[in-house]
């Protein structure tokens, strides 16, 4: 599956249709300034990287460094697509759990880890869906040292990552956005044109 720029549109305005959220440019918020300053100061991620590199999920508001539909320097049209399902991912957490989420999320790296290797399976989900290949788990889970995760928080999320993948190997999907997704992904465009 080779994705169009209409499809990526067209997955992020079903995505936030189902979920009620609402994207907005990164740059355009001064919260994402305040909050790349706070994250930095308590050691969680540096500016640069939280402004250009990442997502944010606040609640249900998504926050991106990136045009939807449009590849830039790091974003090709296929992350745009892993980045929406991650992000709804979150907002799945966040309804699950409210504020407790937020706190948790910024308080502890156990925590921090625990829901970012939730949202990264939806990345192994939808790698193996596309095309059967799985990303390599050991890198998946280094990711977290830019969540300022210690070491034990990623050779737990590795183990859980290799865990996942005999459920894949199994024909399941855990992840309720990781599902959603996978089920329009199908669909398109005959069922969402």
Not at 9 to 21: D, E, F, K, N
Not at 24 to 52: C, P, S, W, Y
Not at 75 to 81: P, V, Y
């Amino acid at each position: 599956m080779t994705p169009t720029p209409e499809m990526v549109r067209a997955l992020w305005a079903y995505m936030t249709s189902c979920y009620g959220t609402r994207v907005i440019q990164r740059t355009d918020a001064v919260e994402m300034k305040v909050a790349a300053h706070l994250l930095n100061l308590i050691g969680v991620v540096d500016v640069k990287t939280f402004m250009t590199r990442s997502a944010t999920t606040l609640g249900k508001h998504i926050y991106i460094p990136f045009k939807i539909g449009v590849e830039g320097d790091h974003w090709s049209l296929w992350d745009q697509i892993t980045t929406c399902v991650h992000e709804h991912q979150h907002i799945v957490q966040y309804k699950r759990e409210g504020q407790t989420f937020m706190w948790k999320y910024l308080l502890r790296s156990a925590a921090r880890a625990h829901y970012e290797a939730d949202a990264y399976r939806c990345d192994l989900e939808l790698q193996y869906w596309r095309d059967g290949n799985l990303p390599d788990v050991h890198a998946l889970a280094e990711l977290l040292r830019n969540y300022k995760c210690n070491e034990t928080d990623i050779a737990v999320t590795e183990k859980q990552f290799n865990l996942s993948i005999k459920t894949l190997e199994q024909g399941a999907v855990i992840n309720e956005a990781s599902r959603r997704a996978i089920r329009w992904l199908e669909d398109y465009p005959i069922a969402y044109p």
